[in-house]
């Protein structure tokens, strides 16, 4: 079994599985119908391709400016907000009470 494989690897030896066919044919009209077939894709392609630079130029990045402009008007509102309880905390006449523990029960084992 293994001289076969030395064999075969090496070409000493060829198998059934080594003769090759042509499954096409060398006519001219298999060709012109394919050169035919891929201009049609490629004006499709072209068609698609400037479809799609359209919508990325006129959507989808004036949604981006939009979203953005959005979320920064929600940042610095935020902000805002976070400033003006610093704000009224600082100015609070209340006194600060030190943490009490109410809850604190010991059990005991009987």
């Given at each position: 079994?293994?001289?076969r494989?030395?064999?075969?690897k090496?070409?000493?030896?060829?198998?059934?599985?080594?003769?090759?066919?042509?499954?096409?044919?060398?006519?001219?009209?298999?060709?012109h119908?394919?050169?035919?077939?891929?201009?049609a894709?490629?004006?499709?392609a072209?068609?698609?391709a400037?479809?799609w630079?359209?919508?990325?130029?006129?959507v989808?990045?004036?949604?981006?400016?939009?979203s953005?402009?959005?979320?920064?008007?929600?940042?610095t509102?935020?902000?805002?907000?976070?400033?003006?309880?610093?704000?009224?905390k600082?100015?609070?006449?209340t006194p600060?009470?030190?943490c009490?523990?109410?809850?604190?029960?010991?059990?005991?084992?009987?």
């Open positions: 079994m293994i001289w494989y030395f064999l075969r090496n070409g000493l030896i060829r198998g059934l599985s080594s003769v090759r066919h042509c499954n096409y044919t060398t006519g001219t009209q298999a060709g119908d394919f050169a035919l077939e891929q201009e894709i490629k004006k499709h072209g068609k698609t400037d479809l630079k359209k919508i990325t130029i006129f989808c990045i004036p949604a981006l400016l939009i953005s402009l959005n979320a920064y008007q929600l940042h509102r935020h902000h805002s907000d976070l400033l003006h309880e610093l704000e009224e600082e100015n609070d006449s600060e009470y030190p009490l523990i109410l809850l604190n029960i010991v059990f005991m084992a009987f």
